[in-house]
């Protein structure tokens, strides 16, 4: 049947709405998914905190044997195109929040972008997670670089990101969230907080696994899938965790189910980017 540009919208709208519906219906008031498994909503974030204290020593290899290393290249990509710090003309320095961001892969890039961009070395950088042991790998990694160690304008905060309850409303100019939104218990919880958070004309910025759109490279994809767990216990004796990971990627929302999920939270001009094929995607609102 012919569908009218208009009529085209309206049906994807339709289609986001009934997957919005149903991902929300596969979390009851008392159990979450965690996950293949339904666990009590309570037990998830201690469930989730033993996922990532158990890969937090080999962040990397995990990140490299989840991607086959193209994870660097979603996340320069992801820095690149937000082309975020204090423009040369402005008074006024940014101050960013990086959620989920236990290993600052994300808040030094988007730092050291800004300084070899910008000339910015002015704008602040709060890195919130909340396991302490990937906020400590963080930490390291900054003292081994000898770069935003001990620095004033780097704060690292044990926080749920589904509250930030220590983060002031109307605070922040840009919050990123880099592979770590689909772990919350609560992912619309999280999207209302990172709105809160926002200073009126602040950006939303996310990088998340997300649904692979070619079905012959989704086939493909799901058979490396499968293997994954296995790749975990041979490279780091960890199969329970890379399940979970592998699990929770197939939970996430699709990209248009996630998009209205943002909507939800009040941000306008939302949109997003499918990265290789749809396997990772980048999604942005801006607070009004
Ligand atoms: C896959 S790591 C991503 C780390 C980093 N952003 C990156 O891209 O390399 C996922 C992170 O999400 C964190 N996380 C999970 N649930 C969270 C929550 N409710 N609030 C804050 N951080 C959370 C984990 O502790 C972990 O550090």
Request: hydrophobic fraction near 35%.
């Amino acid at each position: 049947m012919f569908l009218t540009r208009r009529s085209a919208i309206a049906a994807r709208r339709l289609t986001s709405n009934i997957k919005l519906c149903a991902w929300n219906s596969t979390q009851s008031n008392n159990t979450t998914h965690f996950g293949s498994k339904t666990v009590p909503v309570e037990e998830k974030e201690k469930l989730v905190g033993d996922v990532f204290s158990s890969v937090a020593s080999k962040y990397d290899l995990m990140n490299d044997v989840m991607s086959l290393g193209i994870h660097r290249c979603w996340k320069d990509h992801f820095i690149h195109k937000l082309d975020a710090g204090k423009r040369p003309n402005s008074t006024e320095p940014l101050n960013f929040i990086d959620v989920a961001g236990g290993s600052g892969d994300i808040a030094f890039g988007l730092l050291d972008y800004a300084e070899e961009k910008f000339h910015d070395t002015e704008s602040t950088m709060d890195v919130v997670d909340i396991n302490p042991d990937m906020l400590k790998e963080g930490e390291k990694r900054a003292m081994e670089n000898k770069k935003y160690y001990n620095d004033p304008r780097v704060n690292f905060m044990v926080q749920n990101g589904e509250v930030l309850d220590k983060i002031p409303s109307d605070s922040k100019d840009v919050y990123t969230i880099s592979f770590g939104i689909r772990n919350f218990t609560n992912i619309q919880a999280g999207l209302n907080a990172a709105y809160r958070v926002l200073k009126p004309g602040g950006i939303f910025y996310c990088l998340e696994f997300s649904k692979i759109e070619n079905p012959v490279m989704d086939l493909a994809y799901q058979q490396w899938a499968k293997l994954l767990p296995v790749m975990g216990s041979i490279v780091a004796n960890d199969y329970n965790s890379y399940e979970y990971l592998v699990e929770s990627i197939e939970r996430f929302p699709d990209q248009e189910t996630f998009k209205s999920m943002i909507e939800k939270a009040g941000f306008k001009s939302v949109g997003y980017e499918s990265l290789t094929f749809g396997v990772c995607a980048i999604h942005w609102g801006v607070k009004v």
